[in-house]
């Protein structure tokens, strides 16, 4: 079993829809949790980072974190075709940045 | 201000040779973290250098190396290819060695034949 593990979509929703991606995870120890946005070539980019439990608030972005359940979950409200990309949940149980775990990412398509 | 930035951008190689890949991190970053990105199979985590020095490697044979210069650029090499080494190599520089934000270069895509 990996130790997050993220549903690869494709995803495809209409202009304007609210958009759920989320990821579960098997290690309690995970504290710090991110969401990368990724287009077609390019690089990952940071989206959200919570540390612990509960939601942050970033615009059209809601990032929320359920460690009883080990979810967490990126929420995308109004969603623009912009927003089609990869979006890849990232956690780790250390504050140093090269115990992060990604997850395989989710495609997402904003459809006009 | 100019991003973390890659070359090349493709790499086409045969198995058994060796693959070289640069970076560059963005101005006043001193780490540097390489990652394999497999189709599939997310970005999974190759070294991280800071100062200089090797900080921490993951899960990869030793044919996996690299170094950091003195401007802090730094480079990857990957000796004796095998197919499976086929993936997106990214490049991402940091200006803590902790939880600080992390900027991602645009990648190398290298393909073993």
């Known amino acids: 079993q990996k130790e997050v593990e993220q549903d690869p979509g494709p995803l495809s929703v209409p202009e304007g829809a609210i958009v759920s991606l989320n990821c579960t995870y098997s290690?309690?120890?995970?504290?710090?949790f991110m969401w990368y946005r990724q287009y077609s070539r390019k690089g990952p980019e940071l989206l959200m980072y919570?540390?612990?439990?509960g939601n942050k608030e970033d615009g059209r972005f809601t990032a929320q974190v359920d460690k009883s359940s080990k979810y967490i979950s990126l929420f995308i409200r109004d969603s623009q075709p912009s927003d089609s990309a990869t979006y890849l949940c990232?956690?780790?149980?250390?504050?140093?940045?090269?115990?992060?775990?990604f997850g395989s990412g989710t495609r997402l398509s904003i459809r006009p | 201000e100019a991003g973390v930035t890659q070359s090349p951008t493709h790499l086409i190689k045969t198995r058994g040779q060796q693959a070289t890949l640069r970076c560059s991190p963005i101005?006043?970053?001193?780490?540097v973290y390489w990652y394999q990105q497999a189709l599939g199979l997310g970005l999974q985590f190759l070294l991280w250098?800071?100062?200089?020095?090797?900080?921490n490697r993951g899960n990869f044979p030793p044919r996996f190396s690299g170094r950091q210069f003195p401007n802090y650029s730094s480079e990857l090499n990957v000796n004796a290819l095998e197919l499976e080494d086929s993936a997106l190599y990214l490049c991402a520089s940091s200006s803590r060695t902790g939880m600080g934000e992390q900027y991602f270069g645009p990648g190398t895509r290298l393909t073993v034949t």
């Open positions: 919570t540390y612990s439990s």
């Open positions: 990232a956690m780790s149980a250390y504050s140093s940045a090269s115990k992060i775990i």
């Open positions: 250098y800071d100062e200089g020095e090797e900080r």
């Open positions: 101005s006043g970053h001193t780490s």
């Open positions: 290690n309690s120890a995970f504290q710090y």
